[in-house]
């Protein structure tokens, strides 16, 4: 049929083939990233959380301190994004050295 040849023409040879796109652009799979994040409280003394973000997320004194006041106005901020097991595991470390030296401070990670 005439119909069939102008349709064959636009997009199809006819052969009834399937095309399959080739893929060039590599599919290079990234791991997930979390958000560490610090939470304000009304009793843990400012120095202790600027001590944390200097000992733990390796912050210049400038830099923890102006964070720290992040958190305190705020109520809280992203101290860092780090692989599941990183942000796991300083987590774990902030939690423990507050609950050792018996501050409230909340240290959560969340997927980013
Ligand atoms: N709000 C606390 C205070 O006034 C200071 C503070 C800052 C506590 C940041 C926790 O994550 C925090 N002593």
């Known amino acids: 049929m005439l119909a069939d040849f102008y349709m064959m023409a636009d997009k199809e040879d ?3 083939d399937v095309g399959v796109k080739l893929e060039t652009r590599p599919k290079t799979q990234r791991p997930p990233l979390y958000k560490v994040l610090i939470l304000n409280d009304d009793y843990t003394p400012m120095e202790f ?3 944390v973000l200097e000992r733990f997320f390796g912050m210049t004194h400038a ?3 102006e964070l720290m006041l ?3 106005k705020k109520g809280i901020a992203v ?3 780090f ?3 990183i942000a796991e595991t ?3 470390l902030v939690m423990d050295f507050a ?3 018996q501050h409230p401070l909340q240290c959560t990670m969340e997927k980013e």
């Open 14 to 16: 006819g052969d009834n």
């Open 49 to 51: 959380v600027v001590h």
């Open 63 to 65: 830099q923890a301190f």
């Open 70 to 72: 992040t958190v305190h």
């Open 79 to 81: 101290v860092g994004v």
């Open 83 to 85: 692989s599941h097991e």
């Open 90 to 92: 300083k987590v774990a």
């Open 99 to 101: 609950q050792r030296h």
